[in-house]
């Protein structure tokens, strides 16, 4: 059975950074498309950023692309969330996916996903 942890997250000032983690035991990582989608309270799970089998290709939301980074490293079964300047509205539980296809933003069900993990961007 293929399980997803993440980890990484916590309370942070605006402008500040966090690098959140997602290990995934159970099957062969290499198969899958990974990505990171978040949601907040009473709102939708939202798409933030896919990256392809090897981790040569990287899309982001538009919300995020230039302050936030993913990537992967095949060898430890891993997939990276680099979130840099960091904003209020940034604040959501982070849920890793795995699929056996290209994510994009309307990928909200189906595949794999983690339990999550809470970021609060807060003064």
Sequence with gaps: ?????????????????????????GHDFTTY???WFRQNLGKEREFVAGIDRSGRYRWYSDIVRGRFTISRDNAANTVSLQMNNLRPEDTATYYCLAYE???????????????????TVSS
Excluded at 2 to 15: A, D
Excluded at 101 to 119: A, E, F, H, L, S
């Design 101 to 119: 296809r290209p994510i994009t933003n309307k990928t909200t069900t189906g595949g794999y996903w983690g339990q999550g993990t809470q970021v």
């Design 1 to 25: 059975q293929l399980e997803l942890v993440e980890s990484g997250g916590g309370l942070v000032q605006p402008g500040g950074s966090l690098r959140l983690s997602c290990v995934q035991s």
């Design 33 to 35: 498309y990974m990505g």
